[in-house]
């Protein structure tokens, strides 16, 4: 079975370019969460998704937004690029379905910004 | 204060050591404890997920959580350069999806 995809992989960005990544979760899971790493350090939490609504957000500037689909794949969404947007992005998913279900990542997409 | 402290390291091991992982936290509504590991350029991948206090064990792999004094451990056993990553503690609360990670531990074991 396919675990979490994302994509691009790998993209490079221009200060104030706006940008779009993608995640598929675990065939059958339903909330998709997603998460910033930056070099050095722990993934920090931005958003969670559940049945197309949020159910967290991290402490984020509002350029970063998302949403959930009806297949229950995901996008993030930043505008106004940064430079210190720059990181790993991880995208997460889990059933949902009650105590100690599972969380697992994708393999994330690199974003420099220039 | 962060909400979970984690000493980013790097440690180096000779191969066969035990190698010991500590992250303390500050949340005492935290109930549920794990263990990621990421390799370079990689995605976190699940090592160990504790509920509560105690010990649990996977193969080489034992994890404890101590809620008492707010810290967890992950203890790897005849360690092999294949074990050579980052290892993440992260910690959430009940019904909340939301994981709080530390910095990681970057581990490398020398053959």
């Known amino acids: 079975d396919a675990g979490v995809t994302q994509s691009p992989t790998h993209l490079i960005k221009t200060r104030g370019q706006h940008v779009t990544l993608r995640c598929s979760p675990i065939?059958?899971?339903?909330?998709v969460s997603w998460y910033q790493q930056v070099l050095g350090q722990g993934p920090q939490f931005i958003f969670q998704?559940?049945?197309?609504?949020?159910?967290g957000r991290g402490n984020f500037p509002d350029r970063f937004s998302a949403r959930q689909f009806p297949n229950y794949s995901s996008e993030l969404n930043v505008n106004a690029l940064l430079l210190g947007d720059s990181a790993l992005y991880l995208c997460?998913?889990?059933?949902?379905?009650?105590?100690?279900?599972?969380?697992?990542f994708g393999e994330g997409s690199w974003l420099t910004v220039v | 204060q962060k909400e979970v402290e984690q000493d980013p390291g790097p440690l180096s091991v000779p191969e066969g050591a035990i190698v010991s992982l500590n992250c303390t936290y500050s949340n005492s509504a935290f109930q549920y404890f794990m263990w990621y590991r990421q390799y370079s350029r990689k995605g976190p991948e699940l090592l160990m997920y504790?509920?509560?206090?105690g010990n649990k064990e996977d193969g080489r792999f034992t994890a404890q959580v101590d809620k008492s004094s707010k810290y967890i451990s992950l203890f790897i056993r005849d360690s092999q350069p294949s074990d050579s990553a980052t290892y993440l503690c992260a910690q959430r609360l009940v019904g909340n999806e939301k994981l709080t990670f530390g910095t990681g531990t970057r581990l490398t074991i020398i053959p």
């Open positions: 997460a998913s889990s059933a949902y379905g009650g105590s100690g279900n599972t969380i697992y």
């Open positions: 998704y559940y049945e197309k609504e949020e159910r």
């Open positions: 504790t509920y509560s206090s």
């Open positions: 065939s059958g899971h339903k909330s």
